[in-house]
C-alpha cells in the first residue's frame, strides 16, 4: 500500500489508526542577547548561528506494531549551514547520536571522539501531567510538565504538549512516557515542535541494540572521567 503523507497542519484528528509513523521536527532557540555578556562581535557570530537551527530537521520513527521508536538528526544539504554553525547549534540543543525506545527501554546511542557509546538510561523524565491544553494543527494536546533526569539538561523543568488521540508514549530525545504522542516540548533556551507528520503502513525497521551491548549511566560516566584525565596529562605533558 502507498503511504499517506500529510503537511502537519492538515491532518484530520481521525487520521490515525494502527500505523507507523514519520515525525518530522524542527527547533527554535531562544536566547537573550541584550542580557548575554561577551564582546558584541562574538554575540553577532552566535546570533547568526542560532537563527540557523530552524534549517536542521530532526525525525521521530515509530514502529507501533513493535512497540520501537527511534529519534535521530534528518539528513540535510544546506551550504548556508557550516560546521561552526552546527557545532554552536549542538551546544544548545545536546542533541547527540540517536535515541531508541525498545518497550520500556530506552538507549542513548552516541560517539565520543572514536568511542561508541550505547547507555540504556535508568530515568527520563518524572511527569507531571497539567489541566490545560491547546490546538496543535487539527488535535488537541495536552500539557505535561517534567524534571529532567538524564543528560546535559539534567534538573531542569521541560514542558511538553502530547496528543491523546494518538496514544503512543513516545516523543523526541528523552521524552517520553505519556498517554500520548509528544508533538512539542520546551527546555529553558530552546523548543521542539512537529513540523510534518506521516502515517504508513509500510514497515519501519529499527535496530536495536543487544543487552550485551549496552552500558549502565555509571560506566559511562566513568569512561568519560577516564578519556578527561587522559586528555589533562596529555596537555601537562
Known sequence: MKKLYFIFLIIPVCAFSQSNI??????KISIDFDTLKGPENFKKILKSSLSKSNLINYILLVNETKGLSIFKKDEYNDPSISK???L???????????YIKSENKLIHDYNILDINLKIEI??????NLVNEKKKIGNYICLKAIG???????????VEAWYAPTIPLPFGPIVYDGLPGLIFEIKVKNYSLYAKKIEFTEKDIKIEVPNQDQLITEKQADEL???????????FKN
Open 122 to 127: 535508568e530515568k527520563q523524565v518524572s511527569w
Open 147 to 157: 524534571e529532567i533526569e538524564y543528560g546535559a539538561n539534567k534538573g531542569e523543568i
Open 84 to 86: 561552526m554553525d552546527l
Open 224 to 234: 568519560i572521567d577516564e578519556m578527561n584525565k587522559k586528555a589533562e596529562e596529555y
Open 88 to 98: 554552536t547549534i549542538n551546544q544548545i540543543l545536546n542533541i547527540n547520536g540517536i
Open 22 to 27: 514519520k515525525i518530522q521536527y524542527e527547533s
